[in-house]
């Protein structure tokens, strides 16, 4: 898969809403799907802010300018409107209710899954506990090693048993990941691990104006990094 390839996207294309049931209660999502998709990205957001946080759309449609597809969803806590996100378990079987979505849309691409922050966390825990149907890997958009200031690297601990590929996006200025101890826990997990590094970005992929970067050109750097990723990781014939 050519990461420069096919950024002719629409930019009026249609992103539909779709709806599924984590128990008893009903999330949404959103589909964002171009022309010729080569791949369906699972997409969910962060502890803070939900699917349409300008972070979740700018990503998508980096991703979608490179074929990527992406299927955005929501966690129950932040459909409804609250703050605290829910229960460990109620994350997780979001995550797999949403990769059950994805596979019920029968789009037939191959199917990755992953998100921001705590999102990705709850993706690769989902997949730790037991597999999650259909999906090929996981990409995390700042995985948050831990807390500002902790010693405990715990949060990677379920890592290990996570038997898929995995995109490690990590800004060197994020004071949820340390760099050295994000290499450590790749270096841990040996060649299922692909860590890239976004120079300057913190914990939300910002970076400072004296950088000479700027947030669009950071969106762009990990799309490609994605979609590269990707088309190592679906294999031939897949783009």
Same mark, same amino acid.
């Given at each position: 898969? *050519?990461?420069?390839?096919? !950024? ?8 539909? @809403?779709? @709806?599924? +049931? ?22 969910? &957001?962060?502890?803070?802010? %939900? ?13 979608? @300018? ?33 990769? +059950?979505?994805?596979?019920? =849309? ?7 899954? $992953?998100?921001?922050?705590? $999102? %990705? ?6 997949? /730790? ?6 999906? !090929?890997?996981?990409?995390?958009? %700042?995985?948050?090693? &831990? ?10 601990? &379920? ?10 996006? +990590? $800004? ?17 997990? +040996?060649?299922? /691990?692909? =860590? &890239? ?14 950088? %000479? ?6 969106? @762009?750097?990990?799309?490609? /990094? ?11 014939? *897949? $783009?």
């Amino acid at each position: 898969m *050519n990461a420069a390839a096919g !950024r002719e996207m629409p930019p009026d294309l249609e992103i539909p @809403e779709l @709806e599924f +049931q984590v128990g008893d209660v009903s999330v949404g999502g959103l589909l964002l799907r171009p022309p010729a998709a080569t791949a369906l990205y699972l997409f969910a &957001h962060g502890a803070g802010a %939900g699917m349409r946080h300008p972070f979740m759309e700018a990503a998508s449609r980096s991703l979608a @300018e490179r074929r990527i597809a992406t299927l955005r969803y929501e966690f129950p806590y932040m459909a409804a409107g609250r703050r605290m996100p829910d229960r460990q378990s109620t994350l997780v079987d979001t995550v797999r209710a949403a990769a +059950q979505a994805a596979l019920d =849309l029968a789009l037939e691409l191959p199917l990755f899954a $992953g998100g921001k922050s705590m $999102g %990705g966390r709850m993706t690769s825990t989902a997949a /730790a506990e037991n597999p999650v149907p259909g999906i !090929r890997g996981i990409a995390f958009y %700042g995985f948050p090693l &831990h807390r500002p200031g902790d010693e405990s690297d715990a949060r990677a601990d &379920h890592l290990v048993d996570v038997p898929l590929p995995m995109l490690f996006l +990590q $800004g060197t200025r994020d004071r949820l990941a340390e760099l050295e101890r994000v290499r450590r826990v790749c270096e841990r997990l +040996q060649d299922r /691990a692909t =860590l &890239h590094m976004v120079e300057g970005a913190d914990h939300g992929f910002s970076v400072l104006k004296r950088s %000479g970067r700027t947030d669009t050109g950071v969106q @762009e750097e990990m799309a490609d /990094a994605v979609t590269r990723w990707i088309g190592l990781t679906a294999g031939p014939g *897949n $783009g």
